[in-house]
């Protein structure tokens, strides 16, 4: 999930922000509200600009491991940033729940194929 600039005139410190914070992903079931996945970690990627660009874009991404998704349904997902002071006390400033403005979904569907991990 692709993180957006707002527009406003204080989000360098919003990715400064994001340099010192925990992600987890949850996804639950959309009929009846059971968690699927609760709070596993999630990672930051950081998307390098294009030769003459000088802005970052951040993604926010999980993984997802085969018994996540071996049940076929629909599903919504949140990630949940937890921000940290920076004088490196580790000491939590800040929770925001993402996506903001809209639900995230997420559709399992069954397959012929079963992956196997490596």
């Known amino acids: 999930m692709r993180l957006v600039k707002d527009g406003r005139n204080d989000f360098h410190k919003f990715w400064g922000m994001m340099e010192n914070c925990a992600i987890t992903f949850s996804m639950q079931y959309e009929t009846n509200g059971v968690y699927k996945i609760a709070n596993k970690a999630g990672t930051l990627i950081r998307k390098f600009p294009i030769p003459g660009d000088i802005t970052y874009e951040y993604y926010i991404a999980y993984e997802f491991e085969p ?30 729940k993402v996506p903001i403005q809209e639900e995230l979904y997420i559709h399992v569907i069954d397959s012929f194929t079963v992956a196997t991990a490596t």
Do not use: A, C, R, S
């Not at 990630?79 to 925001?96: K, V």
């Open 67 to 96: 018994e996540d998704t071996n049940e076929v349904g629909v599903f919504t997902g949140e990630f949940n940033i937890i921000f940290f002071d920076t004088n490196q006390n580790n000491l939590e400033i800040g929770n925001l």
